[in-house]
T-cell receptor, first 113, second 111 residues
Framework: ETGVTQTPRHLVMGMTNKKSLKCEQH?????MYWYKQSAKKPLELMFV???????ENNSVPSRFSPECPNSSHLFLHLHTLQPEDSALYLC????????????FGQGTRLTVV | QQQVKQSPQSLIVQKGGISIINCAYE??????FPWYQQFPGKGPALLIA?????SEKKEGRFTISFNKSAKQFSLHIMDSQPGDSATYFC??????????FGQGTRLTINP
């Protein structure tokens, strides 16, 4: 276990559904990230939260809505997704402000039908 | 300039051979270069990392070679084993900035 837990591990949702992905870290880190991993593409950074403030949003469509209620929890709220949004969504955490290891969760495999 | 270019995209090596994955970057401010290993169904995990004050770092069968002047770094896996079959990502960051990942290399070690 990496200390970063994501739920659910698998999710199938219709295009009109609303669902949320959850991430929890027990490492005392102060930065959390959402990444999207699609087949044959590099890891795409979606959002960065540092000290519970969103510091980066890499032109992600508004159908993805992140939430960071505290330094240990990160959510990704999903609504009216498209089939091309099907991917592995990875959460990561680290200490912000220094070059240290980023710890990843196991990811949520999302399929949009 | 924020990109890290990784090659090859896929690599097949015989058991016992040497696996070599290469990465190149442009941003001279990068000062931390980790490699991540990802098995199917798992998130990436840090394998080994190097800072530009050294040209090589070795941990067991895994070695990073770093060429600052060429702005390149590579991962060498000696005596490659089937259990090394995974996707490998190089990455780089500058100071407090986020990690920038390469495109990934799918490594297959044939028994």
């Amino acid at each position: 276990e990496t200390g970063v837990t994501q739920t659910p591990r698998h999710l199938v949702m219709g295009m009109t559904n609303k669902k949320s992905l959850k991430c929890e870290q027990h490492l005392g880190h102060n930065a959390m990230y959402w990444y999207k991993q699609s087949a044959k593409k590099p890891l795409e950074l979606m959002f960065v939260y540092s000290l519970e403030e969103r510091v980066e949003n890499n032109s992600v469509p508004s159908r993805f809505s992140p939430e960071c209620p505290n330094s240990s929890h990160l959510f990704l709220h999903l609504h009216t997704l498209q089939p091309e949004d099907s991917a592995l969504y990875l959460c990561a955490s680290s200490f912000q402000g220094m070059n240290t290891e980023a710890f990843f969760g196991q990811g949520t495999r999302l399929t949009v039908v | 300039q924020q990109q890290v270019k990784q090659s090859p995209q896929s690599l097949i090596v015989q058991k016992g051979g040497i696996s070599i994955i290469n990465c190149a970057y442009e941003n001279t401010a990068f000062d931390y270069f980790p490699w991540y290993q990802q098995f199917p169904g798992k998130g990436p995990a840090l394998l080994i990392a190097i800072r530009p004050d050294v040209s090589e770092k070795k941990e067991g069968r895994f070695t990073i070679s770093f060429n600052k002047s060429a702005k390149q770094f590579s991962l060498h896996i000696m005596d490659s084993q089937p259990g090394d079959s995974a996707t490998y990502f190089c990455a780089a960051s500058a100071g407090a900035q986020k990690l920038v990942f390469g495109q990934g290399t799918r490594l297959t070690i044939n028994p």
